[in-house]
């Protein structure tokens, strides 16, 4: 039995127009046999399967490479690596993973979780145990004492529940990526910066080139990816230079940077949704609000988006991915503003945001050359809009416009389940935001009648 698919407007992402009139066809794996005008398509048989969606624009199912499944919408670091086990952290991220499918991505990288997290939800779903995306996984971050991850004192370190794996030597960096290739991982995330600044605010990388290149080299050896998460230019360098697949953020990447990306290979993913999140979203009661970190992410973002365009214009890919998982980027409700952020700050016509979602995205990803596009010999992962995203990328983001998702021509059903957030994420230990010195409550008597007539 093979299924037919009729489509109002059809983007294979292999081109920038949607065709209209055309036909979809795939067989009882799910693996396309045909794209292409109806009048030319293969003759049906009578047990094969029609599916009229002649009023909707079809395209492949969307890829974000940058999501956190163990994060489970996190409001703090500790949040991230303590308060909940391993096993719960699963559970909620297999939840979370059917989210993000259900907003039509059928695809996405998780680079970067505790545990076994990640490639648990992945073999999970690829043994058929459950509904959801396709999951290219990785274990924790490869850091040191200067490196994302290692973010309390060092009395504490990195604890074993941490999305961090503190290495002290080369030797541990290396003993880890083994362990971690062993168990199954897809890619292997370094922490290449993230910590510690220079006096002069420079971030610095958290392991040499010399380092960096062995750690590259033998992730490369046993055959998986290596991604790293980088702003500063030093580690951006460190991770071009050494051939790293995909860089995250490089917000300060410069000529030599582009340089080496262009030399070696390297994508850039620069995830815009959670800095733009966080700019747009905090509101003012909350920490990250009085610590500054929105006027931080504004200057972060706005020095990021000219040397991405830079590096955009060199020929340098960059990938769609938006840092969900923590409480500004929930899961399954922002990882298509990527795609409109790519179009609003970064000069992508629609469908060049489309095709980087889909298309480039696959690239990276592993078994890749099987995703990303609707052509013979691919998977029939593919999303069905009432709407075409070529005129307006947002629609992307409505769900009322998104009809049906389908991953290797199975359609998936995934009922939009309300679930408790304070049972989920919220386990903090913290009860008070503010510090009542004798001078503290003072000010606050004063305020009070002002607040009092407010209300
Ligand atoms: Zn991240």
């Known amino acids: ?24 066809v795939f067989d009882q794996q799910g693996v396309i046999e045909y794209a292409g005008p109806e009048a030319a ?37 500790e949040d991230i690596d303590l308060y909940s086990p391993l096993e719960f952290r699963t ?3 297999m939840f979370f993973a059917q989210k993000v499918a259900a907003a039509g991505f059928t695809a996405i990288c ?10 648990s939800i992945r073999n999970a779903i690829r043994a058929g145990l459950f509904d959801g995306p396709r999951v290219m996984a990785a274990g924790r971050y490869v850091t040191t004492h200067q490196g994302l991850t290692d973010w309390y004192p060092s009395w504490i370190g990195a604890p074993e529940t941490s999305i961090g794996k503190l290495v002290t030597t080369i030797a541990e960096a290396i003993e880890e990526i083994r362990r971690q290739v062993k168990d199954g991982v897809d890619c292997v995330k370094i922490a290449l910066d993230g910590i510690q600044r220079r006096d002069n605010g420079e971030l610095v990388a958290a392991f040499t080139q010399e380092e960096t290149e062995i750690m590259v080299r033998e992730i490369h050896r046993l055959g998986k990816k290596a991604v790293a998460h980088a702003r500063g230019r030093e580690a951006t360098l460190y991770a071009a230079r050494s051939g ?11 000529d030599e940077c582009i340089a080496a990306m262009l030399e070696t290979g390297s994508a850039i993913s620069p995830t815009l949704t959670h800095p733009r999140n966080t700019i747009d979203f905090t509101q003012p009661h909350e920490p990250a609000f009085l610590k500054g970190r929105p006027e931080h992410a504004q200057r972060e973002y706005e020095i990021g988006c000219a040397n991405w365009k830079k590096a955009r214009a060199a020929g340098v890919p960059l990938l769609t991915g938006t840092d969900t998982g923590f409480a500004v980027t929930p899961y399954g409700e922002w990882n298509a503003r990527e795609l409109e952020l790519f179009v609003e700050d970064l000069g992508f016509t629609p469908a060049a945001a489309l095709r980087a979602a889909t298309e480039v995205n696959a690239g990276f990803m592993t078994g890749g050359d099987r995703i990303g596009t609707l052509e013979p010999g691919r998977a029939a992962d593919f999303i069905v809009l009432d709407a075409s995203p070529l005129a307006d990328i947002r629609v992307l983001q409505e769900k009322s416009r998104l009809h049906a998702v389908y991953i290797a021509g199975k359609e998936v059903g995934l009922p939009d389940r309300p679930y408790d957030p304070r049972q989920v994420t919220d386990f903090a230990l913290s009860n008070w935001t503010d510090l009542y010195t004798r001078a ?11 607040l009092a007539a407010a209300e």
Request: charged fraction near 25%; glycine fraction near 10%.
């Open 1 to 24: 039995m093979r299924t037919f698919v009729r489509c109002g407007q059809l983007f294979s992402g292999r081109e920038d127009d949607a065709r209209k009139g055309e036909t979809l």
């Open 41 to 77: 398509s293969p003759r049906r048989a009578r047990s094969d399967q029609v599916l009229d969606y002649s009023g909707c624009f079809v395209m492949p199912g969307l890829i974000d490479v940058h999501t956190h499944l163990a994060y489970g919408n996190a409001k703090s670091e």
């Open 91 to 93: 559970l909620r991220g």
């Open 110 to 119: 998780s680079p970067g979780d505790a545990g076994q997290i990640s490639l």
């Open 244 to 254: 790293v697949d995909l860089i995250f953020h490089a917000n300060h990447l410069d």
């Open 440 to 450: 503290r409550v003072a000010e606050l008597r004063q305020q009070r009648p002002t």
